[in-house]
């Protein structure tokens, strides 16, 4: 357990707005074994006698090493010195007050976050051009972006005011709405910026210097004062503790990963910095505590690069600043972790995978190949080297400049030989079940051809929670039938009280029952039971009793829902319920990204540009209506180009028990 040492606990301020916003905005996980694998294995004795003093654990070469720069393949060379000859002169504007001020005035967030990563973005490009191209070139631009930077007061969101000892005030109303210079607030984006200028004063402090020393002298001390100081004084920061008893989030080991990349290129004091890199790892060990043993995240995949995909960073960076002594990746959750992400991909795409989406994760994601080869090469898993090899090759990998985090392009250039060595293969799994998160996939072949379906039971206290419980995707040759929409723009009222006002929060628009006027309720007691896999050679059923997910008004004994994959023949939905009373509408909702019409009564055609499906049902008990769904938001646009429609079967008759089939087929 993590223990404060230099301030009691006491001392510790968690507002009371904090429990909301963390269920809420990053991956929400529950304590499952008090396992503290990191602590338990090396001690603070351990790391004072194992760490690499020096910066020799750094395996990539020195600004000055032109010979090994050059060796940097002639693609990713020249077209990321041309990425930052965009920026040649660049004025670096300044983050206003009014900008901030803008998530409380209106809620929107991302005027501040954007302006913050753009600025990021152009830095980033600066620094990666002067590196390959190493004549000096880029470096005025540079010196001026780490200026630019030292002098904004706060690094981090509007969003995350509530960080503040002066914190909130009620549930939605902070008291603080501008930065604090003399509360400095350590959250993912000031995480995030530390980091890169962390790096950028490792290659460049001997360049910085023959202009001034100041330049080098200034950026650490901003970093010390914004970054390193708040952490080795602080406890309040909950992705540090934790909150409900040790419970923590993908800022966790996102925070904890910036915050030792710090602390090895930056801390010359020898008691702070063991002292510093022990409480990172007490930290961490409650992030892996938190996680289930299937190794499931609990906010879908596209938060996975930042929870596992961050927890494997850190593991890694800590395996290489004590010479390769403090090593998990051995241990079969961290595994789990890891393969996670191979076990929920359904096909490629334009511009991306597709995923099994939930929570906030949209359908199309475009993961870092970099991370799933090196997280598959460290567990030694052939299957996760084999899908890193796989996106690697289709993101002509070596012919561009490698995006992302200074730290995580450093890892890509030079930590990824043997990729060509593992085939590239798509990881088509027939069939797979994660028993703590309670989410089953299975598919036709081992191919993306023919039918797919994922589905789900868990509870409606998630991260990134949506009321989804007992719904399901479906896909057919790799392309989405019937969906997860996925989520909007980020706003204030996504991650308040106000939630669930947003439609794609809500049940009603997701492959879900609405029952007797209601759709699911927010919050643990609203969950499945009795959820279960059903595994054959031509058959895969996932069953789930769903009743419990509604409020006591909808007025459910039981809801079992069962989706069933028939290799080669069909998909089918089987409800059967059971209520006490029915007193207003009930019907079955499906979202689908298809051109769809009624043929008939009982069949509804669902049509792509490369194949027609059937949706066919008893047109004695269920009535179809098609509705067309708003997608002005542009993330939602992104994904789903040509709109959204809802599927409404509403039943028929008012009976307390009823048994509903629904196939999907291809017509005959």
């Not at 900008?99 to 152009?122: C, H, K, P």
């Not at 002066?166 to 959250?187: M, N, Q, R």
């Not at 890169?196 to 901003?222: C, G, N, Q």
């Amino acid at each position: 357990m993590f223990v404060p040492t230099k301030m009691t606990m006491n001392k510790v301020k968690i507002v009371s707005f904090l429990t909301l916003v963390i269920l809420l905005m990053a991956t929400s996980v529950r304590a499952n074994e008090r396992r503290n694998f990191l602590t338990q294995a090396y001690s603070r004795k351990f790391i004072n006698t194992s760490l690499v003093e020096d910066h020799s654990w750094i395996r990539y070469p020195a600004y000055t090493n032109r010979d090994a720069w050059v060796q940097v393949p002639e693609g990713i060379r020249r077209n990321t010195i041309a990425n930052g000859e965009k920026y040649l002169g660049y004025k670096w504007s300044s983050t206003t007050a009014t900008m901030y001020l803008e998530f409380t005035r209106t809620g929107n967030r991302a005027v501040v976050d954007q302006a913050i990563s753009a600025r990021l973005g152009v830095l980033r490009s600066l620094v990666k051009a002067e590196l390959m191209e190493g004549g000096g070139r880029f470096m005025d631009d540079v010196i001026n972006g780490v200026f630019s930077f030292c002098e904004q007061t706060y690094w981090g969101m509007s969003a995350t005011f509530y960080m503040y000892k002066t914190g909130f005030k009620g549930h939605d109303k902070p008291i603080t709405v501008l930065p604090d210079l003399d509360d400095p607030v350590v959250d993912l984006f000031a995480g995030d910026t530390a980091a890169d200028l962390a790096w950028i004063w490792y290659f460049f402090h001997d360049e910085f210097d023959k202009i001034s020393p100041v330049i080098s002298k200034r950026l650490k001390d901003e970093l010390q004062k914004k970054i390193l100081d708040p952490f080795y004084e602080r406890y309040d920061f909950w992705w540090i503790t934790g909150w409900d008893e040790g419970n923590v989030n993908n800022w966790n080991p996102w925070c904890n990963y910036n915050v030792l990349t710090c602390i090895a290129l930056l801390e010359d004091d020898p008691e702070k910095k063991r002292t510093g890199i022990y409480k990172t790892m007490e930290s961490v060990d409650l992030f892996i505590n938190s996680y289930p043993n299937d190794g499931g995240c609990d906010e879908g995949p596209s938060y996975w690069a930042v929870a596992g995909g961050k927890l494997f960073d850190y593991l890694n960076l800590l395996k290489k600043i004590t010479g390769g002594r403090a090593d998990l990746f051995n241990q079969e959750i961290i595994k789990n972790i890891g393969r996670y992400i191979y076990r929920v991909y359904i096909s490629k795409s334009d511009n991306g995978e597709f995923y099994v989406n939930y929570s906030d994760s949209p359908a199309k994601i475009k993961q870092d190949p970099g991370l799933i080869f090196r997280f598959g090469w460290a567990i030694e898993d052939p299957v996760m080297k084999s899908f890193g090899s796989f996106l690697l090759a289709g993101s002509k990998y070596g012919e561009e400049e490698i995006p992302g985090r200074i730290g995580e392009v450093l890892e890509n250039l030079f930590n990824l030989k043997g990729w060509q060595d593992s085939p590239a293969l798509e990881p088509m799994i027939t069939d797979f079940y994660f028993p703590d998160r309670e989410i089953a996939i299975a598919r036709d072949q081992a191919t993306s051809k023919g039918f797919y379906f994922a589905a789900k039971g868990g509870s409606n206290n998630e991260g990134h929670n949506h009321n989804d419980v007992g719904s399901f995707m479906f896909y057919y040759d790799g392309e989405p039938v019937l969906i997860d929409v996925g989520v909007g723009t980020y706003t204030r009222e996504t991650f308040s009280s106000q939630r669930y006002h947003i439609w794609t929060m809500q049940s009603n628009y997701h492959n879900l029952p609405f029952v007797n006027g209601y759709g699911q309720s927010a919050g643990g007691n609203f969950k499945a039971r009795d959820s279960k896999l059903r595994r054959g050679k031509n058959e895969v059923s996932f069953s789930t009793d769903i009743a419990k997910a509604y409020p006591p008004e909808a007025k459910l004994d039981r809801w079992v829902r069962t989706c069933t994959l028939k290799r080669g023949k069909n998909f089918c939905i089987r409800d059967r319920y059971q209520l006490t009373e029915m007193h207003a509408e009930t019907a079955l909702h499906f979202m689908t990204p298809l051109q769809c019409k009624l043929l008939k009564p009982g069949i509804v055609e669902m049509k792509s540009s490369n194949f027609i499906l059937h949706m066919i049902f008893d047109p004695k008990m269920l009535s179809a209506k098609i509705e067309p769904v708003d997608t002005e938001d542009q993330k939602i646009q992104n994904v789903w180009k040509n709109g959204l429609s809802r599927i409404i079967l509403a039943v028929r008759n008012r009976k307390l028990s009823n048994d509903i089939f629904i196939s999907v087929t291809e017509p005959k």
